[in-house]
């Protein structure tokens, strides 16, 4: 059973329109994040969630906009695409804000 | 100054070789610590935790340095299969941040 899924794992789409990321967790884990890695392999944190409280949004175009219904799921919208969004997002969970993060597989995403 | 900064490599080793990296952070209050491991196309994934008093977990040590903010990865007896990118991570808070990586390659 995978801990930490997201799906899809591939998404390639034309610039300006909207897609939607999702990410489920089954390890009981109260707090979910939202990573980007861009080409240059840096990892930034994009949002933080504590029992589906947002607690991080860091300076984050506000095209981007996450979603938590439940403490298992974060979901991550994208509203009007741009060439700059192109990364592999990926979601982490963990059982507190400073606790050991799981990863996702990653959700590799490329903006035409 | 990055909060987090660990030398991007590569560090190219022969097998068997010991490899040290170094990470230091800018924010003296941050409190936990640990070096995550991310293999080419993959998700990060946690190798150790690191302790004030420093840890060891078989080939790898982890050094935390308060006084100076920084913490450091000891990799004994290199084995190909340790070729990966090694993320440092500090938290604050709620926080944590990772390091931009440092990538290590261990050749035959």
């Known amino acids: 059973d995978t801990a930490v899924s997201q799906t899809p794992k591939y998404l390639v789409t034309q610039m300006g329109n909207d897609k939607s990321i999702k990410c489920e967790q089954n390890?009981?884990?109260?707090?979910m994040y939202w990573y980007k890695q861009d080409s240059k392999k840096f990892l930034k944190i994009m949002f933080s969630?504590?029992?589906?409280?947002?607690?991080i949004n860091e300076t984050v175009p506000n095209r981007f906009s996450p979603k938590s219904p439940d403490k298992a799921h974060l979901n991550l919208h994208i509203n009007s695409l741009e060439l700059g969004d192109s990364a592999v997002y990926f979601c982490?969970?963990?059982?507190?804000?400073?606790?050991?993060?799981?990863f996702g597989p990653g959700t590799r995403l490329l903006v035409l | 100054r990055k909060e987090v900064e660990q030398d991007p490599g590569p560090f190219n080793v022969p097998e068997g070789a010991t490899v040290a990296f170094n990470c230091t952070y800018s924010?003296?209050?941050?409190?936990?610590f640990f070096w995550y491991r991310q293999d080419c196309r993959k998700e990060p994934k946690l190798l150790m935790s690191?302790?004030?008093s420093g840890n060891e977990d078989g080939r790898f040590t982890a050094q935390l340095n308060r006084a100076s903010q920084y913490i450091s990865l000891l990799i004994r007896d290199s084995k190909l299969s340790d070729s990966a990118t090694y993320l440092c991570v500090v938290a604050t808070n709620n926080d944590m941040r990772f390091g931009a990586g440092t990538r290590l390659t261990v050749k035959p």
């Open positions: 969630y504590n029992n589906k409280e947002l607690i």
């Open positions: 982490a969970s963990s059982s507190g804000p400073q606790g050991t993060q799981y």
């Open positions: 924010n003296s209050a941050s409190q936990s």
């Open positions: 690191v302790y004030s």
């Open positions: 390890l009981g884990h109260d707090t």
